[in-house]
């Protein structure tokens, strides 16, 4: 039996344009268990990992107008906050999904950890956006009273900038390989983990945000997968996006990927991580990545949608 490492992006939890409400995050995550079963229907091994930057953005907001009345949470412990929430959702309504499909297979979500190293450049130069905006006065207080760096955010007002580590590795992946070889559906390194350092025999969390496309990856490469999907809404990468004549593509080599990339083909903070990740698996020895809608899953695996990157 094969193994697939089913990667959900941001659409997955809240579609472009939906309210931010329990009843949509819930039917969004329907929809993608509906996809997770297929695919499971048709013979695969199932690991599920998630994006998560609206639910813990939101886990942030809730904390600042909270501040008075609750000391508000370390990012680290935010970040395992949302893995909790979100994987909570993606369970319930896989496992509903067998149900009413006749199926009998365990889904649990691991609460995952992701190794950083602790000289990554990326902690001396904070880069990624998170949180509420403020106006300039209240960003330089929030710089003395916590010690955070502020920015100016190119949408309008200051917000708090965190790292983006590198990671190399998912604590969590033997715990994961053994499940998921006994016919259990994984979610796990949701939001790409919890970002955590080695200090001798501990691991010491660190406020930060790890790629979720490259801790995908990662796990799907640790896990043993052959396959790393990943999903999001497009149909298939572009040559050519945002011009008057776009290009689909339907397969191409990593080197070819590599070439596009260098090129400034794919934009930097939707396709481009994508496309990045997709190439790192099939040179850690992946045998195919594919990129494709949530809604075409099962048939991207196929072969039948989607775009596919192989190695060459």
């Known amino acids: 039996m094969e193994r697939v490492v089913v990667a959900l992006g941001g659409n997955a939890l809240l579609r472009r344009g939906a309210e931010d409400t329990y ?3 819930y039917r969004a995550a329907r929809a ?9 229907a048709d013979g695969w091994e199932v690991v599920v990992t998630h994006g998560n930057g609206p639910q813990v953005g939101r886990i942030l907001i809730q904390q600042e107008a909270a501040a008075k009345q609750v000391n508000p949470m370390p990012l680290d412990v935010c970040g395992a906050e949302s893995q909790g ?6 369970q319930v309504t896989i496992g509903d999904v067998f149900f009413e499909r006749g199926m009998e297979r365990p889904v649990v979500t691991i609460l995952s950890l992701t190794r950083v190293r602790p000289n990554d450049p990326a902690f001396r130069k904070p880069t ?21 760096v502020m920015k100016a955010d190119p949408h309008g007002g200051w917000r708090r900038v965190v790292p983006s580590p590198e990671p190399y590795s998912i604590v969590e992946t033997p715990v994961i390989r053994t499940l998921v ?9 949701g939001g790409g983990g919890v970002p955590v350092i080695e200090k001798g025999p501990r691991l010491i969390g ?15 490469h640790e896990v043993e997968a052959s396959v790393l999907l990943i999903l999001t809404d497009v149909k298939k990468i572009q040559r050519g996006y945002g011009t008057l004549m776009p290009e689909d593509i339907d397969r191409m080599t990593a080197t070819e990927a590599a070439s596009l990339l260098d090129r400034g083909e ?4 939707s396709m481009e991580p994508k496309v990045r990740s997709a190439i790192r698996f099939l040179e850690a020895g992946g045998v195919r990545t594919v990129i494709a809608d949530l809604e075409d899953a ?3 695996l196929r072969g039948e949608a989607g775009t596919e990157l192989v190695l060459g």
């Open 266 to 269: 794919f934009g930097a903070g």
């Open 85 to 90: 929430q979100i994987g909570y959702l993606l």
């Open 206 to 220: 660190k406020e930060g945000v790890v790629d979720k496309d490259l801790a995908a990856a990662i796990l799907a």
């Open 181 to 189: 070889a006994d016919g259990v559906i994984v979610i796990a390194s």
């Open 128 to 148: 990624k956006f998170i949180g509420p905006y403020f106006n300039e006065a209240r960003a330089k207080r929030l710089e003395e009273q916590r010690g955070w």
């Open 23 to 25: 009843e949509e995050m």
């Open 32 to 40: 993608a268990a509906e996809r997770v079963a297929q695919i499971a």
């Open 298 to 300: 099962p048939a991207a």
